[in-house]
């Protein structure tokens, strides 16, 4: 038996997995099933790519509900009272401006499950991310990139 690794979710995060969950296994299971009887119809298995397609889709399915399933298993849920105000944290929302006079950002930190970039929302195990956690109002960072280290100063903290 293997350990499982500690998922880090907020509580919108854990609703967030047990919504998609609900979704795998009630509409995209039904989906694929009736894909599966379509092309089951069709005849010969063999040299039918419907059916090869719905089965991979359904191993995908199966997969993905297996995933979730665990992610809500061996979450730890980060509540908002837990979050720290005065050191960055799982839960934090940072801003921090790039030295010496670059543009603001503001990130959420989350857990690796719940990363968006696209909204914000970025990994304690991102390089920005990991070099966040534990810093204070003011301090500076240096984050590796492709063209070498950039230095951000935390702005704010909430």
Known sequence: ???QKEVLLTEEGLEKTKQELEYFKTVKRHEVAERLKEAIAQGDLSENSEYDAAKEEQAFIESRI???ENMIRNAKIISSDQVKKDVVGVGSKVTIQEVPDGDFEEYAIVGSAETDPDSGKISNESPIGAELIGKKVGDLLN???PDG???FK???IS
Do not use: D, G
């Open 1 to 3: 038996m293997s350990i």
């Open 66 to 68: 297996i995933t979730l």
């Open 143 to 145: 984050v590796p990139a």
């Open 149 to 151: 280290t950039i230095q």
């Open 154 to 156: 935390i702005v704010k």
